[in-house]
Nanobody, 122 residues
Framework: QVQLVESGGGLVQAGGSLRLSCAAS????????MGWFRQAPGKEREFVAA????????DYADSVKGRFTISRDNAKNSVYLQMNSLKFEDTAVYFC???????????????WGQGTQVTVSS
């Protein structure tokens, strides 16, 4: 069983940066693939980024590639999402996710955090 708690969301101007953190509980964190999804008001939840259990493999949605960076620190049971050059359309609730398999599909992830709000002002 894994519990996930996100932090680091907030209000930022377009062009600015934010760093989201996700703290995970449980002794087997290093065995899980981790990721981030987001959901904007009135829109479907969408994949943002994912990272393998070792951190050696990452994947990004086209909309954030080159601007966002996902990383993890298994010693700290944490995963991060560095978001640079933020755009108004990045405004959403961001969710941290975990599962053994990983990938871009929501259903692949059994564990979800509560979410953290990111608001980008134009």
């Amino acid at each position: 069983q894994v519990q996930l708690v996100e932090s680091g969301g907030g209000l930022v101007q377009a062009g600015g940066s934010l760093r989201l953190s996700c703290a995970a509980s449980g002794p087997t964190f290093s065995r899980y693939a981790m990721g981030w999804f987001r959901q904007a008001p009135g829109k479907e939840r969408e994949f943002v980024a994912a990272i393998s259990w070792s951190g050696g493999s990452t994947d990004y949605a086209d909309s954030v590639k080159g601007r966002f960076t996902i990383s993890r620190d298994n010693a700290k049971n944490s995963v991060y999402l560095q978001m640079n050059s933020l755009k108004f359309e990045d405004t959403a609730v961001y969710f941290c996710v975990a599962d053994f398999s990983g990938g871009r599909t929501q259903n692949a992830y059994d564990y979800w955090g509560q979410g953290t709000q990111v608001t980008v002002s134009s």
